[in-house]
């Protein structure tokens, strides 16, 4: 049994960046994280140990400093926790701020706006909170429905696979011919990485393991770009939902991680799928020793 690990997977940095500062402010004071930090159970519950709190309502909050996620927040949610008194800590990731920018520009300039991406993500509402008229489209009934206007302003949530990105905005455009639609792309490059990674990953593999939150939308999202090149994908959240009866002897086995997904919990999945693969030679006689990590990705190993 082969275990090919992706070329990029797993935690990125805005993520990591988020969580660094929350434990730096949380090791002097007090402090609680408007929303979810991260999609990820494990890294909450490390979050929790250190004394942060989790709150979805700034009137819900106790202590004195609040943090905004990587996600971002709109200026109008961030006036309102400001208004309350508190002391507001941003660690919005720089390329949603990037999204939020490019957002901005295209309103001031006249476009209407259409984010393509899911409509109740903390992201997309960060997005499209200021705004007064949008639209937020994610398949092509969403397209379908939209009202003409003289132009589309086009953008993605960070998160959303480019390949389909692309697609809706040809879309838009195809609908609306009359119409001017500008898209800029704002699905960030670690996202893409992954997306593309997890594609040759999946083309390589009989089987194909991807970890992540079960609330982490990109991690839905590579599990379902792994299903279009590999017939068994199998997504965990950590070592403990992985099953024996998933893997033969003789698989090449994919791994692959969300962007809230910690070294930590991709390194233990990895780990258990070696000892697995050991025991299958062993129980199927072979003599021959396993072979656990191919050439095809010989400097990502080199590196952990
Ligand atoms: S997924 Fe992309 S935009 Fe979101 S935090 Fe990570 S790097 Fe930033």
Aim: net charge negative; proline share 4%; hydrophobic share 40%.
């Amino acid at each position: 049994m082969n275990i090919l690990r992706a070329e990029h997977l797993g935690m990125c940095f805005g993520v990591r960046d988020a969580i660094e500062l929350a434990m730096q402010t949380a090791a002097t004071q007090p402090l609680t994280v408007l929303g979810n930090l991260v999609h990820n159970e494990t890294v909450l519950a490390r979050l929790r140990a250190q004394g942060i709190q989790f709150q979805n309502e700034a009137t819900a909050v106790t202590t004195p400093q609040v943090m905004i996620t990587a996600h971002g927040a709109s200026e109008r949610k961030l006036a309102e926790t400001r208004a309350r008194g508190l002391t507001v800590l941003e660690a919005t990731c720089p390329l949603v701020h990037l999204a939020h920018r490019s957002l901005k520009k295209l309103v001031g300039e006249g476009f209407h706006p259409v984010i393509i991406g899911k409509r109740d993500h903390v992201e997309v509402r960060g997005m499209t909170e200021d705004l007064h008229e949008f639209d937020v489209v994610l398949d092509e009934h969403d397209v379908a429905n939209l009202r003409e206007r003289p132009s589309f302003g086009v953008i993605a949530q960070t998160t959303q696979p480019i390949e389909r990105v692309r697609q809706l905005a040809q879309r838009i455009r195809e609908r609306w011919p009359n119409s001017e639609a500008r898209f800029v792309d704002t699905v960030c490059q670690p996202t893409k990485q992954r997306q593309h990674a997890a594609v040759e990953l999946a083309k390589n593999s009989d089987v194909v393991v991807v970890i992540g939150g079960n609330q982490s939308n990109n991690t839905r999202e590579l599990v379902q770009t792994c299903g279009l090149f590999c017939s068994r994908v199998h997504h965990v959240q950590t070592v403990a939902d992985l099953r024996e009866e998933w893997f033969q002897p003789d698989d090449n086995v994919g791994i692959t991680a969300g962007t809230s997904t910690p070294d930590s919990v991709i390194n233990e999945v990895e780990h258990q799928l070696r000892e697995l693969a050991s025991r299958l030679i062993t129980s199927a006689g072979s003599e021959s020793e396993p072979n656990f990590v191919r050439d095809l990705m010989p400097t990502t190993f080199n590196q952990r």
